[in-house]
């Protein structure tokens, strides 16, 4: 089965940056779609970076100018690029794709991100 593995989150200031990674593993499967979600705190989970095996993008309206989803398919290995974090960003930060016939993979552990003075 495929598996996921987030990376990259840790504790920063207003303002900073960091650089989540969602690396594959296993059975690889063609894929459509790729995307990155978090959940704050007694929150539900949102999506915040989705892009297809197309090239396009959609993002949040809250991370949208600040926040950058990329792949490199050499690596099976995605990537969100935040920037100007702030506290409101805090979550766990997970990783999904969907394939080319609508499947998903396992919610892996996530990834936290800290956004505090």
């Known amino acids: 089965q495929m598996q996921l593995v987030e990376s990259g989150g840790g504790l920063v200031q207003p303002g900073g940056s960091l650089r989540l990674s969602c690396a594959a593993s296993g059975i690889i499967f063609s894929i459509s779609a790729m995307g990155w979600y978090r959940q704050a705190p007694g929150k539900q989970r949102e999506l915040v970076a989705a892009l297809t095996s197309g090239g396009s993008t959609n993002y949040a309206d809250s991370v949208k100018g600040r926040f950058t989803i990329s792949r490199d398919n050499a690596k099976n290995t995605f990537y969100l690029q935040m920037n100007s974090l702030k506290p409101e960003d805090t979550a766990v930060y997970y990783c999904?794709?969907?394939?080319?016939?609508?499947?998903?993979?396992?919610w892996g552990q996530g990834t936290q991100v800290t956004v505090s003075s």
């Open positions: 999904n794709v969907k394939t080319v016939i609508g499947s998903r993979a396992s």
